[in-house]
C-alpha cells in the first residue's frame, strides 16, 4: 500500500518523531508501524490507542452537542513526549487512526499537530 507507506515516511519526517503507525481502532490492530514504540512494543501501543480513542468517542464528556461534529485529535502529554492520535475520517466507516509519538525536547507540537490533520486527508486520497 503504497499511501500508507509514505503516510508513514511522512510521519517520520515530523520533528521530532520516534515512531508512527495507523491502527483500525475498532479492533487494535495496527494496520501498518514504523520506528519505535512505547516499551518496544506496536501491538501494545495499537492496542491501546484503540482503548483510548473508543473511551473519547464513547463518552459523552468528550461529545460536542453540535450536529455534525467530529474529533479532530486527541493528545496526550509526558514529561518526555507527547502521543498525538489523529482518526481518519473516510465516507465509508472511518476505523483508522494515524498515532505519532513525538519526543518533548525535538518536537512542536503545533507543527506536529498540522502535519498529522495533512496526512490523514492526504491517506484518504490516495
Same mark, same amino acid.
Given at each position: 500500500?503504497?499511501?500508507? *507507506?509514505?503516510?508513514?515516511?511522512?510521519?517520520?519526517? @515530523?520533528?521530532?518523531? @520516534?515512531?508512527?503507525? @495507523?491502527?483500525?481502532?475498532?479492533?487494535?490492530? &495496527?494496520?501498518?508501524?514504523?520506528?519505535?514504540? &512505547?516499551?518496544?512494543?506496536?501491538?501494545?501501543?495499537?492496542?491501546?490507542?484503540?482503548?483510548?480513542?473508543?473511551?473519547?468517542?464513547?463518552?459523552?464528556?468528550?461529545?460536542?452537542?453540535?450536529?455534525? *461534529?467530529?474529533?479532530?485529535?486527541?493528545?496526550?502529554?509526558?514529561?518526555?513526549?507527547?502521543? #498525538?492520535?489523529?482518526?481518519?475520517?473516510? *465516507?465509508?466507516?472511518?476505523?483508522?487512526?494515524?498515532?505519532?509519538?513525538?519526543?518533548?525536547?525535538?518536537?512542536?507540537?503545533?507543527?506536529?499537530?498540522?502535519?498529522?490533520?495533512? #496526512?490523514?486527508?492526504?491517506?484518504?486520497?490516495?
Amino acid at each position: 500500500m503504497p499511501g500508507v *507507506d509514505n503516510c508513514l515516511r511522512e510521519a517520520m519526517a @515530523i520533528p521530532g518523531a @520516534i515512531g508512527a503507525g @495507523i491502527v483500525d481502532y475498532t479492533t487494535g490492530f &495496527p494496520v501498518a508501524t514504523t520506528g519505535a514504540a &512505547p516499551n518496544s512494543d506496536h501491538h501494545a501501543t495499537a492496542a491501546g490507542t484503540a482503548e483510548v480513542l473508543q473511551a473519547a468517542n464513547s463518552r459523552s464528556l468528550f461529545v460536542s452537542a453540535v450536529p455534525n *461534529d467530529l474529533l479532530e485529535d486527541l493528545i496526550i502529554t509526558t514529561a518526555v513526549g507527547y502521543h #498525538l492520535l489523529c482518526p481518519v475520517q473516510t *465516507d465509508f466507516d472511518s476505523r483508522l487512526v494515524l498515532y505519532v509519538w513525538l519526543d518533548r525536547l525535538h518536537g512542536n507540537l503545533a507543527v506536529a499537530r498540522r502535519r498529522m490533520q495533512r #496526512l490523514a486527508y492526504d491517506l484518504v486520497a490516495t
